[in-house]
Each structure stands twice: as C-alpha cells, then as structure tokens.
C-alpha cells in the first residue's frame, strides 16, 4: 500500500515528532508553534530527508523534484509536481499524545498564512490550540468504543488510537472524513468513518467515550463548516451538551470544547448550567472576549483582515451580537460523566492549569458531600496557606488556601477552614477538631461545627480536602 511506503518514507527520514523537535530547535520550534516559519526555514536549509520533508509539508514551500522519491507521495494527492520542484498538496504533519507518545501524522488543507486571501469553505482544518486543548482534556482510561464527532483531519481519534478499541469518525465535510481516512492510514489507525450532522450518523449507539471540536464559532452565518454550525447563537453546543448523554454508556465520559454566550441580564453559569441534563457535568470558563474582540480573532482566522469585506463583515457580526444583546462570549471547557450522579459544576479558571487535565479530570468531577462530626478528613497534597495582613498585625485580613498542583484553585477562607487544613491528616474525625478549635478561638462549639458543616462540602469539592472515612 502507498500509505504503508509513505509511513515508512517518513520514518526512515526522521520526519517524526522527535526528528522535526531535534532539527529545529527551542527557538524556530517556538516560532513555528506560533506559525512563524522564517526560523524553521533557515533552521532546515541542510537538504537532508527530514529537512525536506519538513519544508514540504509543514513549511509549504516547493523543494526539489529529485531530492526524495516522491511517486507514493503524489499518488496519494498529498503532493504535485510543480516544474522541476515538488510542492504540497496538503498539511501533514507527524503529532505526538498529550502524554508525549509518538501517534501519528495528521492531513489537513494547506496552512493559511496572512496575505493567502479567504479560506475555501470546505477547508479541514489541522492540529492547532484548539484541539490541543481538547485532547489535553480527556480523561486518562482505556476505553471499548470512541465517538470523535467533527472528526475533521481525524487528530482527535489519532491521539487517542492507542487507548479506545474501536473508533467511529464523524463528520459533515465529506473532505474532512477523505483527509481523516489519509492521517488514518498514515497512523496506522482504523476507524470507522460517517458521513452526517451532529449525532445523526450514531443514532441509537452507544460510547465510552464522546470527544469533539465541534464547529462553535457563534457567526451572523455559516460560511466556513469547519468553524460554523449554521444554528443560531450558541445552539451548536448546547444541543450536543444536551444530546451527548443519550449516547454515553455507563461510566462514560464525553468532552467538548464550546462557546457560549454572556447575554445582558442573565448569569452565564445558569444559562450553561442548564444544557446539561442528567449526568454529571463541568463546565470550565477559560477565556472571554467581548463582541469586537471576538469578530476580530475570526475574521483574523478566515485570513479576511485587510481584505476589501473586511469592515462590512466586522459591522455584520456587532449587529448580530447587539440584536442577541451580547455582552461578551466565552470559550470553554465541557466534561459530561455518566456516574448515575447530576452533579454540574460551572466555574471559571483562566490561570495555567497542570495539563493534562485528563490525568486527573476523574477527580475533578465529583459531588458535594454531606460533612458530619463523624466525617475524616485529610487535606489535600499541594495545599498552601497564604496569610495577607498588615505587616506586625495580629490576625490576618485574609488567608487563603492556595493548591500548588492540579487545577490550582484558590479559596478565600476563615479561621475555622484554616485551622482544620492545619489539622486534618486523616486520624480524627472533624468532631474533636472543631471542639478544639472552638477551644482555642474561645467560639461556641455549636457555631464552629455548624459553619463547618456548610462551608467543608465546597472545600472537598474544589479538591482541597480529601474524605478518609
Ligand atoms: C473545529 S473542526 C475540528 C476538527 C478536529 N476534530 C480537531 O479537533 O481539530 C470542526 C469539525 O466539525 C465538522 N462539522 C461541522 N458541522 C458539523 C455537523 N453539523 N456535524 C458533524 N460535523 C460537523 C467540520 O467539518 C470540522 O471538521
């Protein structure tokens, strides 16, 4: 098979994570991760396999028609004869897991770059931040059976090949599942590829595990499907939020990444909070734009800043957003987990997190528990105290636990919660803690357990104190 000689071509080459890690170096790798590749360039100017292959299908420019054989490669389409130079037809680039395992190579359309002019509007987009985000999000497990919804170059499936024993691909983009089809061959992956809209091409089924990218950028139109549903607003995502947990097995886990809009008088926690529907859900708010910013970033993203449309589609999009009384939009995380629990959580984290999330999302996604005299509890490794007061004053003006690992959270706290993180290692129950505690601050003991009893379940379910017994 071509695919098996070109798989074979790229690795006696070196055009493999580690090779391209190993040619370029900190600096041009930098840059290239920013899509700059004036250093990649002049860090692969040796002509050697690697070089070539790197300039070819991650730089984009031509390289000499007789410096490889590239017959396999230009039977696949990945690749054309341009004059006496080859250049290429498509993205490929080698990728690597989240947890640094060599996977694969993904196919995608061609990088666009500033000046390129519009994108087509059936592009397949490739590896980049978004998807990376997703993939650092899923949760560490094997699993029997994998849903990738949107899989567009098939990264997401790729990545995740070596822990799901069987994969189904979908996408709307009949594009998307050819070039899915090629990363898959390359990756020596197999999957099962369908053709359809949303949850349409796995209606009545059943997975493990649910993942996708899906198209949630909130547009006056839909005029790139690798970016835009056509549904109005956010509805893209909540209708896949809402419609994920039919098709969860027990104990599975489904993991989006969305969009959703702030809209003036309502309390965006509630409006997502209430998409998700009998399962266990997280929601996590890692950024927020406002309307101009955003109908920036993607008019930046189609390669349409500078173009003569620019301006016009810029005023489309602000009255898009002033007439659905958008205040900002947020992007974000969505983790779903059928545990037999409802348990939603709507919080927002736009600090460095540990990545990936996925080592310990199992974690993260639990419920409030019911703290009693009888509960043990141990505080959580990598919790700090930060005390802030004025210099020489006796007590602190605020004290807070900070964790040092993990999602990093911090929480305001009282004395009470400061004074059992000093305590709790797992041996007594809370009851003779908090009677000494009372002790000691001269409180009633009836008041100290009852603050205790209603402020520990949020302490335990941000992860800063762990239930021994
Ligand atoms: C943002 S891309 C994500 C691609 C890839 N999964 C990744 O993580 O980079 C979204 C994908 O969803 C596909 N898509 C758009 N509308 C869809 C729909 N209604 N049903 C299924 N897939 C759709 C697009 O063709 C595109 O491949």
Request: charged content about 25%; glycine content about 12%; proline content about 6%.
């Amino acid at each position: 098979m071509s695919t098996d000689r070109v798989r074979d071509l790229f690795h006696q080459a070196g055009y493999t994570v580690d090779g391209v890690r190993g040619l370029l170096g900190p600096v041009a790798g930098a840059a290239l991760a920013r899509d700059e590749i004036v250093p990649a360039l002049r860090a692969s100017r040796g002509g050697t396999p690697a070089e070539i292959l790197l300039r070819l299908f991650w730089l984009q420019v031509p390289v000499p028609g007789k410096a490889l054989p590239f017959d396999d490669l230009i039977a696949l389409g990945l690749a054309e004869r341009d004059g006496d130079d080859v250049r290429a037809r498509l993205h490929v680039e080698p990728v690597e897991s989240p947890a640094g395992q060599a996977c694969g190579y993904v196919v995608s359309d061609l990088k666009t770059r500033p000046g390129d002019g519009p994108l087509r509007p059936d592009h397949v987009v490739g590896q980049g931040g978004a998807s990376a985000n997703l993939a650092q999000l899923i949760v560490h497990r094997p699993v029997d059976n994998l849903l990738d919804l949107g899989t567009g170059s098939g990264i997401q499936a790729v990545h995740l090949a070596g822990r799901a024993r069987r994969i189904t691909a979908t996408d709307l983009n009949p594009r998307a599942l050819d070039l899915a089809a090629l990363s898959f061959a390359l990756s020596g992956v197999e999957a099962e590829l369908l053709t359809g809209d949303l949850f349409a091409p796995v209606e009545g089924r059943k997975f493990d595990l649910i993942v996708s990218n899906p198209p949630f950028v909130i547009a006056p139109d839909r005029r790139f499907g690798y970016r835009e549903s056509g549904l109005p607003g956010d509805e893209v995502c909540r209708w896949l939020v809402r419609q994920a947990p039919r098709h969860l097995a027990e104990d599975g886990w489904c993991h989006l990444l969305a969009n959703w809009l702030h809209v003036d008088g309502e309390d965006w926690h509630d409006r997502v909070a209430g998409w998700i529907d009998g399962v266990d859900g997280w929601v996590v708010q890692r950024d927020i734009q406002d309307p101009a910013e955003y109908a920036e970033l993607w008019l930046r993203d189609s390669c349409e800043a500078g173009t003569p449309e620019y301006r016009d589609r810029y005023d489309a999009w602000l009255d898009y957003f002033d007439g659905r009384k958008v205040t900002g939009i947020g992007f974000g995380w969505v983790s779903l987990h059928r545990s037999g629990g409802q348990d939603v959580r709507v919080e927002e984290l736009r600090h460095a997190v540990d990545q990936p999330v996925g080592a310990y999302v199992h974690e993260v996604v639990r419920g409030r528990s019911t703290v009693t005299s009888a509960t043990t509890l141990r505080t959580a490794e990598g919790v700090v105290q930060e005390q802030i007061g004025r210099p020489g004053a006796e007590d602190p003006e605020r004290i807070v636990l900070r964790q040092t690992r993990g999602l990093r959270r911090a929480a305001q706290v009282g004395t009470v919660e400061a004074a059992l993180a000093g305590a709790c290692d797992g041996d007594l129950p809370l009851g003779p803690l908090l009677d000494a505690i009372a002790q000691l601050t001269g409180a009633e003991p009836e008041g100290v357990r009852a603050h205790a009893e209603a402020v520990m379940p949020d302490l335990i379910a941000d992860g800063f104190f762990d239930i021994i017994g």
